[in-house]
């Protein structure tokens, strides 16, 4: 069972609050998505998850094990994965070998020739399996990406965290991701997603945390999140009294209303 | 060897409980919730200050971190070095002389200003270019090298001022070609691996002028006699209890004594750098170049050619280096290797004054000047205190990059 | 496919070990060249493996040669065995023999206790393999100290630290004369002091041939011993460590710990090869660790390839012979090149226009085009097949044969 604890969690900058006292909990392959505005602090807190950077306060359990005071790698092995925001491939290293890296780490003593089948099934799942011997930064910029995916897949984490998964993609390798999305939690993994894709989130998660100025603002089902007038507020600015839409394809962060 | 052991045992206490600060502090101050930022370096000078005692009384009551509690922690550990050594060494000069002190800090502070004008050259590439030019203690070497020939060989009646002008210009022309050639490669994206191309390429450019001055010049060390004699004249007229300038000699309250040669680099360095100050903050040159050390694409949207700012920071900062040897030429005797502990002492000061800070870089040179000039005159055996000369820059290196790699004035993250 | 590249392979290290085997014949006037250019082969691949697969640019790698030598120096200077006590030097009962110390506090106290000791008595000095042995576990204990220290550096503080650490450690030799000889230098044993037979020919401790062939097999050992890491699981995680330490973390990989393993092997290789290098030499002081050593095995490996262990080591051997080809001067009418000096001006411009337009280096291209041959055909060929007609059964592709051990998925 799959089970993620956030207990009250901040990060300071300096005199900035990025993530202010957030907690929530995950049970079960839930498919989570978190959005809110630039500069809420939706990175940073996936960051405080993964391990990459420790909280100023509060805790993080997951399976029942504390995590956030264990280093990154040790996280994964309790089973956590993300991918970031920018791609970050292994650019001189070959696809193969970027697929393999997680395998060998998650089973020490296992041999590289142990993965190699799987990774060509999980390349071939992701329609780059004629690139298995290229280098990394032969990869188109949405190649990349579906390998960095690729590498999730080879960690096989309980819970994957992915940033803008659907960010400068062409859609049809959205549609693969998309894809790869549904059936991975299908095979019972949970999942939060960053997006800025209001339209793919809604339809994608079964559950939105909303994030503004580092806090968590709201957390339920699309539907409700929706209505949320908080949620409207952070999104349109206290002046508005229109509903919010969320068909739209990017959301309104270009008005200077955001900043204010 | 009776002399070091009271010596050695206090360096030993003050480690230990430095590190004991050093890994405990950050957890205590996390198990009371509070903002960890800094608290090792803290813990490390308060515990070497003041040992178990201030230990405890760090973790109980566990006060911000500020510049205050550091700095009066550091000078009480500077305290406890100076005291330790007093007792351990009597009758050395360092601790019966308080006018060897004076001259040997006056000096350190003088050769420290011009070891501060060499490390601002390479702060301003590295602020714009963002790497470290492992070449810049060359373009020292080449400065110097090239004001000997120019006073001494090629034009023997040459004003030295001229021949300082001709250094400058010519590293400053060797600076720009450099940078055409080998780095501007670097931002049209011609080379892969930026980063570590720039330290190579500019490693094998050290290499490369080390030994073709040598091929070219010979190993006989270059001598150039000082720059200007001085006047005889004495302040007040009689005694001479102010100032006393004799032609090789300045003499300050009867007390602290400095060359001449040394007195002229140190003129030729605060005028650089108020012209440096000058055409950064004044000019739009200048400006443009710090716009872009801040943020190269707003710069460039703002009309900024942000590919030729990074010929001219390297240029300059070639140049700078160039004018601090041209300076000191007429003070050290020259080699084609005096680059290399030029190069090493321009990486602790920057690494000291904080990576990209121009005062930062300033004020480190006059920090290095002082511990090397004490370092040379305290050490007890003569023989050691010269060999252990490079040594001393190195240790502070590598303390600052323990304690706080972004040194003092660095730009936090 | 997998079959040729193992053949190639087998045939690459058949063939380079017997033309080293032979080169003694070849030129047997030149060995002490060939000596030399194993010893820079083997820092310039060990350097390969720290900063080309490790991305670790470390300034600090002939000072842990130094280390090796010095160490090994050191031990052959001071300690001895005897079969009885001394009662006079600072000594410990090792077995039937003394480990004795003639420390700088008693620099003659052996001497004087010569007259005392029974008739006899041996002293002699521990073989040098023994060491050459403590020089790598010293070189070792470094390489683990620095890497700790290292750990939160990024590539330019990097390089600034491992260059502070390396000018510490000279100027401290050089300002110790008491013990280390200072810039006098300090004197060894030979390899083999008595001399060495070899297939019925007796050598003496000056001969080259036998110090070329232990040099040979350190360097093989430490070219397999390397290959075998970097075709490991230890070469795939420094690699990813190289590219993106975060991502390699957030992967499950333990970065600390790795970093650390690759500091410490190539300090025990380089202290290796420092060591073997003073008892063939017999004499070292410290600027065998000065900048300049670190400049000429950079360059090599730079112009050999950084990411190629056998690029690096060719690199390096060819680079020594061409350098000490080049020596003789050239004149030219009455002008006369200086080439002891301008030959290194050619190299350190080679160095820097290889790094210009070959980043990969010289010799790595070359070897790449034959490993690699094919990749890129396949990928385009792969790429035009219909998607159905990609069955695992006839894909070839993979160098790698997947196991039938099947982790559970």
Redo the contacts between chains.
Sequence with gaps: MIQLEVNDVSKQFGGLLAVNHVSFQVQGPELIGLIGPNGAGKTTLTNLLSGALKPSSGTIYMNGQRIDVLPPYKIAKVGLGRTFQVTRAFRRMTVLENLLVPALAMHPTARQAQFVKKAREVAEFLTIDHLLNEYARALSGGQQKLLELGRLLMLDPDFIILDEPFAGVHPRLMEIIYEYIIETNKQGKAFLIISHDMETIFTLSQRLLVMAFGKLIADGPPEEVKRDPAVIEAYLGSDSDKPWQPERKTPPAAGDRIAA | MEFPTIFWYTVLWLIVWGAVGALVTPRVYARK?K??YQTGMLGAFVGAALGPIGLILLWRLTPAVSAKWLGASGIVVLLWLALAFAKAAPNNLCVTNGSFIATQIANGLVIGAIYGLMALGLTLIFSILG??S?AHGEFYMLGGMVTYYATQIWFPNLNPLLGVLIAALFTFALGAIFEL??LR?MITGQ???P???A???T??????????T??LVGASPKKVPRFFDYPRWKLPAETGGLLKVTPGNLTFFDAISIPSARFTALIIALVLLFVLLYFLYRTWTGKALRAVSQDRQAAAVTGINPKRMNTLAFALGGMLAGISGAALVQVFSWVPWVG?PAS?RS??II?LGGMGSLPGAFIGGLILGVVEALGAGCVPDP??AA?????YG??I??LV??LK?TGLFGR?? | MRGTMRRLKILTWVVGTSFLLILPWLIPTRMHVAVIALYYAILASSWALLAGYGGQFSFAHMAFAGLGAYTAGLIDKFIRLTTAPTYACTEFPLGSWWLVIQDTASPTCLEKAKATMPMGALIVKLPAWMDILMGVVVGGLFGLLIGALVLRLRRTYLALFTIAFAEILRTAINAERDITGGPGGLKLSPLFPNGVTLLGHEFTAADKLPPYLVMLGLFLLVMALMYWLAGSRFGLFIRAIREDEEAAGSLGVDVVRYKILLFTITAMIAAAAGGMYAHYVRVIAPNMMVIKEMSVVIAMAVIGGMESLLGAAIGAIIIEFALEQLRSNITIGAFTLNMADWRLVVFGALLMITLRFWGNGLIHPIIQRITRRGVAEETVAKRLQPRAATEPEDDTRVKIPASPLEPDP
């Design positions: 919730d903002f960890t790497i470290v492992f050639l080998f490669p080379i892969e691996r980063g570590e191309y330290i190579l390429v490693f094998g450019l050290a290499f490369f002028l080390q030994y073709t040598l091929s290399i090493s990486f602790v690494v023989h050691r060999a252990y000369l490079p040594a190195m240790i290196l590598v990059l323990l790699p936090e993250l």
